[in-house]
C-alpha cells in the first residue's frame, strides 16, 4: 500500500483535506506528523488513522512516498527541499513561496529529482471552474475574490488570496506559458494594509482580469467567461449562470454533494495521488502554469514596493 505523509495539521488539513483523506484508507497509508501530542491522538480517534509521527525525521524513518505539506508559508521552502532531496513527491498548499526566486529553484530540484511538487491551487478542480475552460478561447474573463472588511499586509494578501485569482483566471482562460501577452498592476494600500489590487492580461485575442478587494462589503468569489454565444458567471465555486439575449439559466450542485467536491479539494488530492502511484499520470498542477501565477504576483508584490 502507498504511504503517504501529511504534515501540519491546523485549519485547513482538519478542514479541507483530512475528510477526505479518511475515506482512502483503503488505499493509501497515511502518516500524520504535528508537534502537538494532543492534536495527533484527537485527528487520530476521529478519523482513524493508524501512524503518527511528531517531526520531520520521523516521518522520512516511515518511507514514505509523498507528503502532504499544510504549514504555514514561511517553513514550505525548507520543508519542500528536504522532501525532495530525500526522494519524495510533494504536494504544497499554495503559495510553493512568496518569492518567486524560491519557486523556480524548488521546481527546478524537483524536475532534477524526477519528483512531482504540486501546489494545491485547488479552483482548477472545482467542477464548475472547470467547466468554464472551453477549446475555443473566450474574449474577456474577469476574476473577482473579495473580503468584506478584511486588514491583510500587501504581500501576505497577495499570496494568500490574489494568487487564487490569477491563476483561476490563467487557467479558466487557457492562457499558455509561451503565449505573448502584456500586463498591467493595479495596487492600493494604506500604511502596508491592501486594499484593492488587480492584475489585466491582454493577448492576441483576450482580455483577462483578476482582482481582489479587501472593503468589498461582502465575501464573494466570482468567474465572469464573456464569449459572442453568452456570458457565463459563476458564484462561489457552487452557483453557475448562463446568460444570452433569450434566457438565463443557472446550474447548482445536488444538495448531497460534499463541498470538498464542489470546491476542488476532493478532486485535486485524488489526482495528486494518481500521479504518485502511477508515473504516466502527468502532475495535476503543470510547475510552468504555476510557475507563471506565481511570477505574477511576485511582479504585483515588486511593483507595490516600488511605489511606496
Not at 502537538?36 to 501512524?51: E, M, S
Not at 520531520?56 to 521552502?77: D, G, W
Not at 492600493?188 to 493577448?203: D, M, P, V
Request: hydrophobic share 40%; charged share 15%; aromatic share 8%.
Amino acid at each position: 500500500m502507498t504511504k503517504i505523509g501529511v504534515i501540519g495539521l491546523g485549519g485547513i488539513a482538519q478542514k479541507a483535506y483530512l475528510p477526505v483523506m479518511a475515506e482512502m484508507q483503503d488505499q493509501i497509508d497515511w502518516v500524520l506528523c504535528t508537534r502537538n501530542p494532543d492534536k495527533l491522538v484527537n485527528l487520530q480517534r476521529q478519523y482513524g488513522f493508524k501512524t503518527a509521527v511528531r517531526t520531520v525525521p520521523e516521518l522520512l524513518a516511515q518511507k514514505i512516498e509523498a507528503v502532504f505539506i499544510h504549514t504555514p508559508t514561511s517553513t514550505h521552502a525548507t520543508l519542500i527541499k528536504t522532501f525532495l532531496e530525500a526522494g519524495v513527491h510533494v504536494y504544497v498548499d499554495k503559495p510553493v513561496s512568496d518569492n518567486y526566486s524560491e519557486v523556480k529553484a524548488l521546481y527546478q530540484l524537483a524536475d532534477e529529482r524526477h519528483l512531482l511538487l504540486t501546489a494545491g491551487f485547488n479552483r482548477r478542480f472545482a467542477p464548475f471552474e472547470a467547466q468554464l475552460v472551453t477549446q475555443q478561447q473566450p474574449a474577456v474573463i474577469k476574476v473577482e475574490k473579495n473580503r468584506a472588511n478584511t486588514e491583510q499586509p500587501v504581500e501576505f494578501a497577495i499570496f494568500d488570496l490574489m494568487i487564487h485569482a490569477v491563476d483561476t483566471a490563467l487557467f479558466v482562460g487557457n492562457i499558455q506559458t509561451n503565449e505573448p501577452f502584456t500586463q498591467q498592476y493595479q495596487l492600493n494600500s494604506e500604511q502596508g494594509i491592501l486594499q484593492y489590487c488587480a492584475i489585466t492580461i491582454r493577448t492576441q485575442h483576450q482580455l483577462v482580469t483578476a482582482s481582489v478587494n479587501m472593503q468589498a462589503g461582502a465575501n464573494l468569489e466570482v468567474t465572469e467567461v464573456q464569449q459572442p454565444t453568452g456570458t457565463q458567471r459563476l458564484s462561489n465555486l457552487t452557483e453557475l449562470a448562463t446568460l444570452t439575449t433569450s434566457k438565463t439559466q443557472v446550474q447548482r450542485f445536488p444538495d448531497w454533494t460534499p463541498t470538498l467536491e464542489q470546491r476542488g479539494f476532493a478532486p485535486l488530492i485524488r489526482a495528486f495521488v494518481a500521479a504518485v502511484k502511477d508515473p504516466a499520470h502527468p502532475n495535476p498542477v503543470s510547475p510552468a502554469s504555476s510557475l507563471l501565477s506565481h511570477q505574477l504576483c511576485q511582479d504585483l508584490t515588486n511593483s507595490s514596493l516600488a511605489n511606496n
